[in-house]
């Protein structure tokens, strides 16, 4: 990140403090919310983008889609708004890199590390699909890897609504990034969720091998090969990778949707079923074709930046298309040859090559390995199974000893690895994150399914994305692999406003963020019992039903609302002043000419107007008389002496 040199403030909260990426349709900073106190992710429009109404509705369609997915395998989008003529979206700021910087220069993942990632995003892409938005645009630079090893996809500016009937890019082009187009994206023709599993499938060829599938000087050309080139097998640029996790990789990759997984919840079974030992589906029934007839390697195109590419036009092939002849007779020939070649081989057929299929179980893998190819076997599937017994033996074999079997047959085995599970103690995971639930399993070798449920239990504390209950519970001592199930609350359901009375502004701001609400206003009233400053209640008041992004109106206290009379008879007016002054009070003076100070003593109160103890409302004026000094009242007092008549 580097940091910015006009640090600008958006809607008045968002403080701009680095730049952190440059998009296909925005750059993305690293801001400060002066409001929460928190650092978020801002991604701002380009100036010129801004302008364009269409680009705008595509931007806003992204912070609808985004705002609506509530997934610990998403990024979550807080906020979203516009400033002058600036368009921005707030997001979580997620701590950590990009896959598509992990494999900057052709690096590549293990079997192991990329199966659990693909994993996590088809998770997330799962989610979405089933709420009726296609991501669009998966890719590396699209998934993120968290510090603790959470994976997250973010970026669905070109998701929109699976029944959406508008369609935003322009006409003859689709938007997207080439190399990790589906062939009906880059055809420009309807996409569901398989489309995102074509994506994803290139994301884990790359991840296997260093480098996608197909490449090319343009992003035409690559778009092209993905409706027209067949994909080259991944053991043309690596033998490393499991034949399982391979053919998991094409079946995904497949040209027609309907040979592909059906959903991304499918592609992430079985990539658990490859992590976790157990046969995979991909590799049981046919799959994409391995031809190796692709489009030869040519420079890759410069970066993956999201883009509109013309549309590519039929028909989609995987195999490369031969001149039309004639082969009738051919074919004869054929049928003729074949029928010599099984005559002959029914009466030159050595009756040896029938056996029976030796009994290798308890053997170690590699003397069963060779037991069976000195009886004219090979070996195939081998897989890896969690047993009692020692690790390395074989367990059981397919077909199962003493059946007939024929040399030159493939046969499986299936090897211990030995006892691989530990106790492990459940931790308490009611009211955490999804995502903190998420890690303290994984980090107790524990697996996890989330339930949703629409009701909030009553008399707790509910907040969206957290866990509201578990099972086992607590304390349960299990096995590692053992499955918790994480109940959180359903998408709009509603839930108990929690009380932040008594709280400071940006204490209660952040109470609400936390439970997935917004500060709307600031609204100020008196209170008896609560300090000026601090938040008298909310509207809704606390207790209410809410919804998850609901505004919510902070009350805060004005000061108290009456105060009690202190006594300030006798007091000199500074010592008067003070007195109620700490009550919120003030003071409006008159002469008492009744009243006569003491002789040298300073003027004092004579009376007030409110008795001490009296409750009087808060600022109120209260009237006070002072006493007048013996000169004062001198001067302002005329004898009258009477007069004596003398008669004569």
């Not at 107007?609 to 000169?631: E, R």
Request: charged share 15%; proline share 6%; with cysteine.
């Amino acid at each position: 990140m580097e940091p910015v040199h006009d640090p600008r403030l958006y809607s008045n909260r968002y403080q701009v403090t680095h730049l952190i990426a440059r998009g296909g349709m925005a750059m993305v900073y690293r801001a400060q919310d002066t409001l929460l106190n928190r650092a978020v992710a801002l991604k701002i429009l380009y100036p010129e983008l801004s302008e364009d109404p269409l680009f705008v509705e595509r931007f806003r369609r992204e912070a609808q889609a985004a705002a609506n997915l509530s997934h610990p395998n998403i990024v979550p989008v807080f906020d979203w708004g516009e400033d002058g003529d600036t368009y921005f979206i707030v997001m979580e700021l997620v701590e950590g890199t990009s896959l598509a910087e992990m494999l900057r220069g052709g690096v590549t993942l293990t079997a192991a590390r990329s199966a659990q990632i693909v994993a996590q995003v088809a998770a997330a892409l799962g989610y979405a699909h089933r709420s009726g938005v296609v991501h669009r645009d998966v890719k590396p630079g699209n998934i993120l890897i968290t510090r603790d090893g959470q994976v997250k996809v973010t970026d669905f500016g070109i998701a929109q609504a699976v029944s959406s009937e508008d369609h935003l890019a322009e006409a003859g082009s689709v938007m997207g990034t080439a190399t990790y187009f589906s062939p009906e994206q880059a055809e420009g023709a309807a996409v569901d969720g398989r489309s995102d599993v074509y994506s994803l499938g290139v994301v884990l060829y790359e991840m296997l091998v260093g480098r996608p599938p197909f490449v090319g000087d343009t992003p035409v050309e690559v778009s092209s090969q993905h409706v027209h080139s067949a994909v080259p097998a991944l053991s043309k640029f690596s033998n490393t990778v499991p034949h399982d996790l391979e053919a998991i990789a094409m079946e995904a990759l497949s040209k027609s949707p309907s040979n592909r997984y059906q959903t991304a919840d499918e592609f992430r079974a079985d990539l658990i079923r490859f992590s976790e030992g157990q046969p995979v589906h991909a590799a049981m029934r046919d799959t994409a074709f391995f031809g190796e007839d692709a489009t030869r390697s040519v420079a890759a195109v410069g970066g993956e930046r999201t883009r509109s590419v013309p549309i590519m036009t039929g028909p989609r092939t995987d195999v490369r298309r031969r001149r039309g002849r004639n082969y009738s007779g051919i074919l004869l020939i054929i049928v003729i040859l074949l029928i010599a070649g099984g005559a002959y081989a029914f009466f030159t057929h050595d009756k040896t090559t029938t056996t029976l299929m030796p009994n290798v179980i308890g053997q170690q893998q590699v003397l069963a390995t060779k037991n069976l190819k000195n009886q004219g076997l090979d070996v195939g599937l081998v897989r890896s199974l969690a047993s009692k017994k020692p690790r390395g033996t074989v367990i059981s074999t397919d077909p199962n000893p003493g059946k007939k079997v024929t040399k030159g047959d493939s046969v499986s085995i299936v090897v211990s690895k030995g006892i691989t599970t530990t106790p492990e103690t459940v931790h308490d995971l009611v009211g955490l994150s999804v995502s903190n639930a998420v890690s303290e399993l994984t980090h107790e070798h524990l697996v996890y399914r989330i339930d949703q449920t629409p009701t909030a239990p009553p008399g707790v504390s509910v907040i969206p994305n957290n866990v509201i209950s578990q099972s086992p519970s607590a304390g349960t001592v299990v096995q590692s692999g053992t499955k918790v199930i994480l109940t959180v609350l359903a998408p709009g359901t509603k839930y108990d406003l929690e009380s932040v009375a008594g709280d400071t502004q940006a204490a209660a701001g952040a109470a609400l963020a936390n439970q997935q609400l917004s500060v709307s206003t600031v609204m100020h009233s008196c209170s008896d019992t609560i300090n000026q400053g601090l938040v008298v209640g909310t509207n809704p008041a606390a207790g209410s039903l809410v919804a998850q992004g609901q505004a919510i109106n902070l009350i805060v206290s004005s000061g108290p609302c009456t105060v009690y009379m202190p006594s300030v008879v006798g007091d000199t007016e500074a010592a008067a002043n003070a007195a109620l002054g700490t009550q919120g009070l003030s003071a409006a003076y008159s002469p008492d000419p009744t009243a006569v100070c003491a002789a040298g003593a300073p003027p004092t109160v004579a009376s007030q107007t409110d008795q001490p103890g009296t409750a009087v409302k808060y600022g109120s004026v209260v009237q006070l008389t002072i006493c007048q000094t013996p000169a004062a009242t001198t001067t302002t007092t005329t004898t009258t002496t009477p007069t004596t008549t003398t008669t004569p």
